[in-house]
């Protein structure tokens, strides 16, 4: 089955944002996405990621640096984020016009790492947060993902009880896509601005890359985000 390359949002539509989630058939290829876009491809911006909770201010250098949250005002650039199972999360404030792109597997979920994107945003953008509009895109979810009770513990320490955990037997699940709604929420978001994709990226491998689904080694999807 031939697959789009991009899953567009529709939170986002009829603002001056462009925003989507990349498909297999388009990767993480930045040349590809610089071709449908139209962007040079020394305009889009992807972080060194490792699993950290550091969050970037993107402004004048692009220079490639550690982090797994990218914000910026400027207009002529991408940002993004690769993921293969991980929650690739895309924010845009609408009064201030400042993106965001967020990487939070369970390590960066445990840190809050949306949280502080968004406090940052508020610190440094002067954004409110009823004002920010949040993007989940396709990533592992609690049907396909079992984890360690240390994760749960990790997870429910900084985001609270909430209906993101099943257990089955002995095996604990976790849906960090409605984690991290639980911690915009938290971080004054408004529900009604939140959108979440409800595809598994385990459960489609022929339409996403999945590390758990490859046992190891696999290719990378990507979420990007820029102001027109």
């Not at 845009?92 to 949280?115: F, N, P």
Request: glycine letters at 8%.
């Amino acid at each position: 089955m031939n697959y789009e390359p991009i899953v567009t949002p529709p939170i986002f539509s009829g603002f001056l944002v462009n925003a989507f989630f990349t498909t297999r058939t388009l990767g993480c290829n930045i040349d590809a996405v610089s071709k449908a876009f139209n962007i040079p491809p020394n305009n889009i911006y992807l972080p060194i990621q490792k699993h950290t909770d550091k969050v970037l201010i993107l402004d004048y250098s692009l220079e490639p640096k550690i982090a797994d949250a990218v914000i910026t005002n400027r207009k002529d650039i991408l940002i993004g984020v690769q993921t293969a199972d991980c929650v690739p999360i895309l924010l845009y404030d609408k009064k201030t016009h400042v993106v965001g792109a967020v990487h939070a597997g369970w390590r960066g979920t445990a840190e809050g790492i949306l949280k502080k994107t968004i406090e940052v945003m508020v610190e440094r953008f002067y954004s409110i947060p009823s004002d920010i509009m949040v993007a989940t895109g396709p990533a592992i979810r609690w049907c396909c993902y079992g984890v360690g009770y240390e994760v749960i513990e990790a997870v429910t320490r900084v985001t609270g009880n909430g209906d993101y955990i099943i257990k089955r037997g002995e095996k604990y699940c976790i849906d960090l896509p409605t984690a991290n709604t639980y911690q915009a929420i938290s971080s004054g978001v408004l529900l009604d601005n939140i959108w979440m994709s409800g595809e598994c990226t385990f459960c489609l491998p022929e339409k996403y890359y999945s590390y758990r689904y490859a046992k190891g080694a696999t290719g990378r999807q990507c979420g990007f985000i820029g102001i027109v």
